[in-house]
């Protein structure tokens, strides 16, 4: 399947409000390409701008936000450092942030110099990760089509916290699909509703979960018919 293909399977099954976004870590900027000129508060805000653009975005350009900068792989430079301490010791001190959590901050691994984003439907190159902003329904859908939901000795399916952001890290490092249940950044930044997560794909099941998800949704209407049957034949 190619990009539109992949953006059509996973829009028009799950019916999303938001159309899926692609990112792909680069070792160059793509020529031809826009970079991104316009300043953003924090590296998740590339994921809303990315809804309706494709742009490349270098590494200091994450800088405004230095822990969605960590998260995406970028090494920050001696005279952000202050700056991600502050914020690091202002979460620690609300409570929102355990100081032994630092070291598990994960962090994209793939080496890159920058990330181009853009709407999966549109998106020139091979994506390394697509953001989908999916209600919990959604989310199941997602989940059971990429194959990480299944049942197995040790799950792989991963739940995410705060930052938002780490879940495409861990999305991409693992090769699986993560979910998020977003943070208050997200939130504020992507515009993303208190009704809805985050679910990352990596590019190794993007493919799977498109071509699986028209029979997956299928059974799962089929299921609700039966349980809503079985559900009137007992008093509420």
Known sequence: MDNQQLASALSDHLKLERPPVAMAF???????LAASTTAAPSACTFWRRAETEIFYAAAAEHYECPIGAMTMGFELPPKEAPKAQQLVGTMIELGYFGADEVAHLPSV???HVGIVYGPL???PLAPDAVVVQATPRQAMLLAEASGDAALRETPSLAAMGRPACAVVARSVNEA???LSLGCIGARTYVELPDDRALLVLPA???ERTAERLPGLTSANDVLAGYHAEKKARFPS
Do not use: D, I
């Open 176 to 178: 699986a699909a993560t």
């Open 26 to 32: 680069v070792e160059q900027p793509p020529s031809g």
């Open 121 to 123: 439907a549109r998106f």
């Open 204 to 206: 190794e099941c993007l």
């Open 109 to 111: 691994q793939k080496p």
